[in-house]
């Protein structure tokens, strides 16, 4: 509690004396552990201070953080090298002058694969350039910072860095996102934490592998936890014992023994045959006043989805409605873990219809791409099951948060998922005509993206003929480039399989036609093509029994013995004589 004041009292330390302009007006002081710290704290006005204030912190605390990683490019003749570290994004520039005197007769003998400690120095530009090389052993470990959470914000928490120079800058903030952030309950500051710090190309840091410190005052209450065991059990298992008989220290100890081994299967087990009673009883005194902490651990999450099972079976509809309400007061917070997540979406698999439809609408609460992205880090597949509960209006509504933004969430490795599961429920839409522009303006580009190629496919299988229609004829007048991209080419061949007549023949008639800048037909290259042959196949196929059938084949054949000894020509080849052979022998009986 000392640190945590002279936190708040940080205005007045004798290093932040000469700053005039980052001391905040007295009035406006607020408990370091609210959103004073936090990123938004550093909008408010003075805004542009405050921000620099706070990095500047940073960068002092953290001028001789020595990373760690090896060399990977050295010239000898030049007298630089680069090095390349986890620790940093992209490889670090080094100068020779830069490494320590020690070191340097090792140059003569080749300094390449050595392993090194080294300091960051920012050179502007997107540039930064290694300082205070030095040779370590190659076991060396990464050294980790400590610090303390202060504040939570949209996408992960705010840490102060109390190690090194820490406590001579008390106004530093690192920023940690969620998935870097192991064993913290969301929301609590003050937590003390252990971290490495990674660096990247705009010199922008954050904190990583960001752990909770187990502190040695928890062993007492091991001690604790031994002893009192069996009445411990009496109350996990909801059978009665006086409440005067319970103190608080022993209430928490029961919730903590969630956590434990002893209780993991042998209650979830339990819970699967209690009658309405004892369910009522556990869940009133066990989970009902810390239900989203237990839905987050380990085995509480269980515990808890066990309990809304068996709730379903008994039709408890005062304990269903009492975890849903639970679960929407604290929904951000439950759904920020793997185990929370499972809990939401027991419910939406087990919970009465009005009750899912209450757990779908918190997405109408969410009006910023950041509060999506944040949902989407382990609830993506419950964002997708939502979808599925909400009205068209509702659904609209979730649409419409995102608009501006689905080209560049498509594209992205962890949103591309619930983007195309949103799309996919809004094709059939009275709003998504509104939506649909902001789509068709990117959709080529789109389509030959890594992720986005997906949702392209998605958005063709699943929409309405006009506007499936109007989504095809972007590809038009490039057909021949796009089918022998590696990623593109799906998309044709999604295109040509959801195509109407016309548009499949006019797709078959651009490939075979020559045009008076080329030598050949283009369809004499896809067919010669690792995925272009693919494209090919799928004309084969959908323009069967149709009269532009035969002007493939033919512009295929006649050019046949340029293509026979390519591997995936012959493929095709193959299809030709395989369809031509199936029909000859069709014409005699058997």
């Known amino acids: 509690m000392d640190r945590m004041r002279s936190v708040s009292e940080s205005h007045s330390h004798p290093i932040n004396q000469g700053k005039k302009g980052n001391i905040s007006p007295p009035s406006r002081s607020i408990n370091p552990l609210t959103s004073s710290s936090s990123l938004s704290s550093l909008h ?60 340097k007769d090792f140059c003569k003998e080749g300094v390449l694969g050595k392993w090194v400690s080294f300091t960051i120095k920012d050179m502007g530009k997107k540039s930064m350039e290694a300082r205070k090389v030095t040779m370590v052993p190659s076991n060396t470990s990464v050294v980790f910072m400590v610090g303390r959470v202060m504040s939570w914000i949209k996408n992960g928490c705010l840490v102060q860095v109390t190690s090194g120079l820490g406590l001579q800058h008390l106004n530093n903030r690192l920023f940690a996102p969620f998935v870097e952030v192991q064993g913290l309950e969301t929301g609590l500051a003050g937590s003390e934490v252990t971290f490495k710090i990674h660096v990247d190309r705009n010199f922008k840091m954050e904190g990583r592998e960001v752990r909770k410190v187990e502190k040695k005052s928890e062993e007492p209450k091991e001690e604790l936890r031994k002893t009192r065991k069996p009445r411990r059990r009496a109350v996990t298992e909801g059978t009665s014992v006086g409440d005067d008989d319970i103190t608080e220290e022993e209430k ?4 903590k023994s969630f956590s434990s081994e002893e209780f993991s299967d042998e209650l979830v087990t339990k819970v699967e045959f209690m009658d309405s009673a004892s369910l009522s009883s556990l869940f009133d005194k066990q989970l009902k006043a810390r239900l989203a902490i237990i839905a987050q651990q380990p085995v509480g999450s269980k515990i808890v989805v066990a309990v809304i099972k068996r709730a379903a079976k008994l039709e408890r509809n005062n304990v269903e409605e009492k975890i849903t309400r639970m679960i929407m007061a604290n929904f951000m917070n439950i759904c920020s873990t793997k185990q929370g997540c499972a809990v939401v979406q027991t419910g939406l698999e087990y919970f009465s219809s009005s009750n899912k439809v209450m757990l779908a609408e918190q997405l109408l609460e969410l009006d910023s791409v950041e509060q999506f992205t944040a949902l989407w880090v382990q609830g993506s597949h419950i964002f997708s099951m939502m979808l599925g509960v909400l009205d068209e209006s509702n659904l609209t509504m979730v649409g419409f948060a995102l608009s501006g933004h689905y080209v560049t969430l498509s594209s992205h490795i962890r949103h591309y998922k619930p983007v195309k ?122 323009s069967r029994h149709k009269q532009v059938h035969n002007l493939l084949k033919a512009s295929i054949l006649c050019k046949q013995e340029d293509v026979v000894e390519n591997e995936f020509a012959a493929k095709v080849l193959k299809t030709i004589k395989t369809e031509f052979h199936s029909r000859t022998a069709g014409n005699y009986c058997k």
């Open 44 to 103: 408010l006005t003075p805004n542009k201070v405050r921000k620099d204030s706070a990095k500047i912190s940073l960068n002092k605390v953290l001028a001789d953080y020595k990373f760690f990683g090896n060399i990977v490019t050295f010239k000898s003749q030049e007298a630089y090298g680069f090095i390349r570290s986890e620790q940093v994004t992209g490889d670090v520039f080094f100068s020779l002058h830069h490494l320590s005197t020690s070191d």
């Open 252 to 255: 928490l100890m029961s919730v």
């Open 421 to 542: 599961a949103l799309l996919i429920n809004l094709v059939n839409t009275e709003g998504f005509v509104e939506i649909l522009p902001e789509l068709e303006q990117e959709l080529v580009s789109l389509a030959c993206n890594k992720f986005g190629h997906f949702v392209v496919s998605a958005l063709l299988q699943s929409s309405p003929t006009l506007i499936k229609s109007r989504l095809i004829n972007l590809f038009s007048g490039h057909i021949a480039s796009l089918s022998t991209h590696q990623v593109c080419h799906a998309v044709i061949v999604t295109a040509l399989e959801e195509g109407m007549d016309g548009t499949q023949a006019a797709f078959i008639e651009e490939v075979c036609t020559v045009s008076t800048n080329q030598a050949d037909m283009a369809v004499i290259k896809l067919t010669k093509d690792r995925f272009g042959h693919l494209v090919v196949l799928a004309m084969l196929k959908v």
